[in-house]
């Protein structure tokens, strides 16, 4: 089954999460209209939550089964579920299943929640930071990266020899939370950071962040 234009993607390229699922999307070569969201435009911002009222990117739309899908992880599940392409993002096997989708779950809480923590705190006016917070998401992110570094002194991947689920949620929250609390002398996360990178899927949702890099505050 092939997606054609069925299929809308509502996101912004700066959006790690949206990101996520630019990856998976690219890795797969499924066609979609993208539609980028601005919230400083209030046509564009009350379109979005006239869609999905939560107000939280990405969401997918498919026209052809009337379905609205938000979450990240879930659009990439649906994905494969209804328009599998390629070589699929989460295992066959249920228990290497399970295993691509706790360490989706570790990159979306300890990784990704932590980095947005720091990113949020620096776009507060000054008078309104919260040192505490920080210190504590700086800290659950070294933590993270001992963890990923360990992991990582055997594999090629997040969960072993395939590319998944897993390092679609990785390769985001690592590129900016990088730029915010550096990897170091973690040498096996630094040399998995630069295979993501260099992962033409993933170099793509980069590189058209790129215009959009001076509005973060890293």
């Known amino acids: 089954m092939t997606a054609g234009m069925s299929l809308t993607l509502y996101f912004h390229p700066l959006s790690s999460y949206c990101q996520k699922v630019l990856i998976a999307l690219y890795e797969a070569g499924t066609s979609f209209a993208p539609v980028v969201?601005?919230?400083?435009?209030?046509?564009?911002?009350a379109a979005f939550r006239k869609l999905w009222p939560v107000g939280k990117m990405p969401v997918l739309r498919d026209a052809d089964r009337d379905q609205t899908v938000p979450e990240s992880s879930i659009i990439i599940e649906y994905l494969g579920l209804h328009?599998?392409?390629?070589?699929?993002?989460?295992?066959?096997?249920?228990e290497l299943?399970?295993?691509?989708r706790l360490?989706?779950?570790?990159y979306d809480l300890y990784v990704h929640d932590p980095m947005q923590r720091i990113v949020g705190?620096?776009?507060?006016?000054?008078?309104?930071?919260d040192p505490v917070g920080v210190a504590a998401a700086e800290a659950m992110l070294a933590n993270s990266y001992d963890?990923?570094?360990?992991?990582?002194?055997g594999r090629t991947w997040a969960t072993g020899d395939a590319f998944t689920l897993a390092d679609c949620a990785a390769a985001p929250p690592l590129f900016f939370a990088n730029k915010l609390v550096p990897f170091g002398e973690r040498r096996n996360l630094t040399a998995y950071f630069r295979?993501?990178?260099?992962?033409p899927s993933v170099a793509r949702a980069f590189n058209e962040a790129e215009p959009f890099l001076k509005f973060f505050p890293g």
């Open 195 to 199: 295979r993501l990178s260099r992962r």
């Open 103 to 106: 360490a989706d779950r570790f």
């Open 147 to 153: 963890m990923i570094d360990a992991e990582m002194a």
């Open 121 to 129: 705190d620096r776009l507060r006016p000054q008078d309104k930071t």
């Open 37 to 45: 969201v601005n919230f400083g435009d209030p046509e564009s911002a």
């Open 97 to 100: 299943a399970l295993r691509v």
């Open 83 to 94: 328009y599998p392409r390629g070589t699929a993002l989460i295992p066959a096997d249920r």
